[in-house]
């Protein structure tokens, strides 16, 4: 299908190209096209961002008339040979892989955040999985996104004269949205089967154009399903567990079979988060089926090439369902495969997933790491906290060793960069800057001082007057108060320092960091000399009563005489509000406990447009800040120093206070002769050249691809039918023999200032070749963690199962050292796809 031939209204013959323009979601971050929808209808334009509806909501006659006036023809055909020039120019990924993804990538995710014309997303889960799909598109990397199409999506927000959230649900009509029914070659629009309790729901497919990427959307609305199933993609995140399973059991089984339908045989699938660990499942089903094979063979063939990335900082935040539940709704989809609910269990329950009577639950991300070749956490510290959380499903492996390895998320530039800070890098690295990796280390060295400050000043300029307007909007209407225009926001300066705080409301992010010491604040926010003012936004989950008393809380202290108009509260944070936040404030402040901000992209948003972050020492800050790009609380936090107590509230205020006073507010009003603030400005050029490439998601794409995609297809490339069969048979016969196994002896020799181990393994007949031999001492005051591969130097004599195996370690104190057997096999990852392991007790 192509998106030119879906053609809902009828438009002048010279113009048709606009439907390929507005049905390409390129136009949220490529702005070429930006003139043609403002010209067709401004006032839409300008209040939804959304070209779809200002082709289909244009006057009939406007289109007449402006079909036959030069100028904008001359517009249009610029903006037509600009995307054909895109759509076949060569790429990244045409030019380093070659194509080595032959059928590319599905990549599964509950919502999606491109635009704010397309509202299906909640928060960071969704906009990263948006800026992933546009720099896949900008790199050339051939993704299929699959997830659902909500017809209310997220909640919007309003804020009562209280302070309370008000939840909004407005209905998104599809037809207005820049998607399109998805046509099969008979022009019939495509559906997909997902078997329920008793009947089958029949899905809708639509198809949103991301660049060079497709995003299948699925859509339980269809006037012949039963009401209540034309509900199940009625709102992102229901709170009701039952509507909760039918929507995974929609994204996975459904999505993967749209795939199918549609001939798609993806090379990976990877897979945003545990909701979506059905469409693994199916697809070793769909594998089963078209090889004759039993489910074990299939697992194990298409596991290699699955991956699963987790962004959950708590055990807590992994979905569970109950076993009736399961067995009422999976059991009609396993009734016909090489699986029985028990089976199932087995493979996504482990001893700690049990509810209050004792019953198994389903745990979803465990279900998806025995489902897949790898695991991914997306920072740093985010992979510690992650192997520390998958413990108790690995029971004999120490953490280090749980397989969990990180790619640290990085924003999609392009989509949040300003006019002005994108003339600036212009200047400075050409048009495709972020098409292709970053060459100059330092590309704004040769920036003036004055063009970066003169930047800052346009942006903030821009930002006050687009706060004025939000806050007219909301608030003058009601007169709130003590002083109207002040609360409209007379009072907000674009020279005042401007610190700027949005993101979900919920406790773990201490939004409330500031209001600890209300005295301390007030005294910052009324400076005569050196002021600082504060913009919040976020919204607090429905069902989050914390998060919405903390909304309440700044609302309150926000309306106070002494307070009023230097800290504003803009309501209803979706991505247009953050792509004004991010433009303009001076510093983006971030408070999480640590160590639960999985990463924390907000403050990466602020980079490419000369915003510096004052954060927490955690998620992705913890790798990327240094003294010249910013400021850290509790800089040099371990995750083992802090993970153990969450008693860091008021030092860590007291911290970001002293910060402010002593730091921040004094490097930003420290100007020269000149009335710039040399200090300052130069932390902005090193945190721009520092921190935008490698915080950026097209640094994240190449990483997955280079590192995770292209050697899991390799891997993959290797396990076909009769291969997983002989590795199946092979963990079978290990499986067998394992516990009979062990060790029947140590020596410990001092050998030349080492220490010589000596162990005698029994293995049962299980293969020398399939096993390895190791001696493991864990960190301590002696030494770091070190791990030593043991070499078999003899068969035992007596036995015809038993070796000795020896090695030199450095000394340490008796006990220090373990020996243990594990397998090995590099056909296999280890331990995930086989986790035995033997220590000498």
């Known amino acids: 299908m192509t998106l030119a031939a879906y053609r809902p209204r009828k438009v002048p013959e010279a113009l048709v190209g606009l439907f390929t323009l507005a049905l390409d979601l390129r136009w949220s971050w490529h702005h070429g096209s930006d003139v043609l929808w403002r010209t067709l209808d401004e006032e839409t334009w300008t209040a939804t961002r959304n070209a779809w509806l200002v082709l289909n909501s244009v006057a009939g006659d406007r289109l007449e008339e402006l079909s036959r006036e030069p100028s904008f023809l001359a517009r249009y055909r610029e903006q037509m040979e600009e995307h054909d020039a895109f759509v076949h120019a060569r790429t990244w990924y045409s030019d380093q892989c070659a194509n080595a993804l032959d059928r590319g990538v599905a990549f599964f995710c509950m919502e999606y955040g491109l635009s704010e014309s397309l509202p299906l997303y909640s928060g960071g889960l969704g906009v990263l999985a948006g800026d992933y799909l546009k720099a896949a598109s900008d790199l050339g990397v051939p993704v299929t996104a699959v997830g659902l199409l909500y017809q209310q999506g997220y909640f919007r927000q309003a804020i009562g004269a209280d302070g309370e959230q008000i939840e909004l649900y407005p209905y998104n009509d599809p037809t207005m949205l820049p998607l399109s029914p998805l046509r099969d070659e008979n022009d019939e629009w495509v559906r997909v089967v997902v078997p329920l309790p008793g009947r089958d729901v029949r899905l809708r497919a639509w198809i949103g154009r991301v660049g060079h990427c497709d995003l299948l959307l699925l859509d339980s609305n269809d006037p012949r399903n039963e009401p209540g199933d034309r509900g199940i993609t009625s709102e992102l995140y229901s709170g009701d567990p039952e509507k909760r399973l039918q929507q995974e059991m929609v994204l996975g089984i459904g999505g993967w079979r749209l795939l199918r339908t549609l001939g798609r045989n993806p090379s990976i699938c990877h897979i945003n988060e545990g909701h979506c660990a059905f469409a693994m499942l199916e697809r070793a089903f769909s594998w089963a089926e078209d090889n004759e094979r039993d489910f074990d063979t299939a697992r194990l063939a298409t596991r290699a090439t699955n991956l699963f990335t987790t962004h959950t900082s708590v055990a807590a935040g992994f979905d569970r369902f109950p076993r009736r539940l399961i067995q009422l709704y999976l059991g009609p989809w396993l009734a016909g495969q090489d699986m029985s609910v028990d089976e199932l269990f087995s493979l996504g329950s482990a001893p700690i997933d049990r509810d209050e009577s004792g019953q198994p639950l389903l745990n979803m991300a465990w279900l998806a790491v025995n489902l897949s070749g790898r695991i991914n956490g997306v920072s740093q510290v985010h992979q510690k906290v992650s192997q520390t959380i998958l413990e108790p499903f690995f029971p004999r492996w120490p953490r280090e060793d749980i397989p969990v390895e990180y790619v640290t998320n990085g924003v999609h530039t392009p989509s949040w960069d300003s006019p002005e800070s994108d003339e600036l890098w212009t200047t400075a690295c050409g048009r495709d800057r972020w098409r292709k990796p970053m060459r100059n280390a330092s590309p704004l060295d040769g920036i003036s001082d004055e063009s970066i400050w003169a930047m800052r000043l346009a942006q903030k300029k821009r930002?006050?007057?687009?706060?004025?307007?939000?806050?007219?909007?909301?608030?003058?209407?009601?007169?709130?108060?003590?002083?109207?225009?002040?609360?409209?926001?007379?009072?907000?300066?674009?020279?005042?320092?401007?610190?700027?705080?949005?993101?979900?409301?919920?406790?773990y992010k201490r939004p409330d960091l500031l209001l600890r010491d209300e005295r301390r604040l007030l005294s910052l926010l009324t400076n005569r000399d050196r002021p600082i003012q504060v913009v919040l936004a976020g919204k607090a989950h429905p069902k989050d009563r914390t998060g919405?008393?903390?909304?309440?809380?700044?609302?309150?202290?926000?309306?106070?005489?002494?307070?009023?108009?230097?800290?504003?509260?803009?309501?209803?944070?979706?991505?247009?509000?953050?792509?004004?936040?991010?433009?303009?404030?001076?510093?983006?402040?971030?408070?999480?406990?640590?160590?639960?901000?999985?990463?924390?992209?907000?403050?990466?948003?602020?980079?490419?447009?000369?915003?510096?972050?004052?954060?927490?020492?955690?998620?992705?800050?913890?790798?990327?800040?240094?003294?010249?790009?910013?400021?850290?609380?509790?800089?040099?936090?371990?995750?083992?120093?802090l993970s153990h107590t969450n008693d860091h509230d008021e030092p860590d205020s007291r911290e970001l206070f002293d910060l402010l006073e002593n730091q921040v507010i004094p490097a930003f009003y420290n100007a020269g002769q000149d009335g710039r603030p040399k200090e300052w400005i130069d932390r902005i050029r090193a945190s721009m050249n520092q921190l935008t490439a490698p915080f950026s998601a097209t640094r994240m794409v190449r990483q997955y691809v280079e590192d995770f995609y292209l050697p899991m297809r390799a891997l993959g490339k290797q396990r076909d039918s009769e291969t997983a069969h002989t590795l199946v048979q092979e963990a079978r016969d290990i499986a067998s023999h394992w516990p009979r196994m062990r060790f029947s002896g140590l020596n410990v020799h001092d050998k030349d200032d080492q220490h010589l181990y000596v162990v005698d393994v029994y293995l049962d007949g299980v293969s020398e070749q399939r096993v390895q031999v190791e001696l493991v001492a864990e960190a301590s005051e002696f030494g770091e963690r070190e791990v030593h591969e043991m070499k078999m130097v003899q068969a035992l004599e007596g036995s015809a199962h038993a070796w000795t195996y020896q090695c030199l370690v450095p000394p340490r104190p008796e006990g220090h050292y373990t020996p243990r057997v594990r397998i090995r096999d590099e056909r296999l990852n280890l331990p995930l796809e086989n986790p035995s392991v033997l220590w000498l007790k």
Request: net charge negative; hydrophobic share 40%.
């Open 463 to 507: 930002l006050v007057h687009y706060l004025r307007q939000r806050l007219s909007s909301q608030h003058c209407d009601q007169g709130p108060g003590n002083n109207p225009a002040t609360a409209c926001g007379l009072l907000l300066d674009s020279e005042t320092l401007t610190i700027g705080f949005a993101r979900r409301f919920t406790e």
């Open 548 to 641: 919405k008393a903390l909304i309440r809380r700044w609302k309150q202290f926000s309306r106070r005489p002494d307070v009023e108009g230097r800290v504003v509260f803009i309501e209803d944070y979706d991505l247009g509000v953050a792509t004004q936040l991010i433009q303009g404030v001076d510093v983006w402040l971030n408070t999480p406990r640590h160590p639960w901000e999985a990463c924390g992209t907000s403050g990466m948003k602020i980079l490419v447009n000369g915003g510096l972050n004052l954060s927490q020492f955690d998620g992705w800050w913890a790798e990327a800040w240094n003294n010249d790009v910013g400021w850290a609380i509790r800089p040099g936090a371990t995750f083992e120093e």
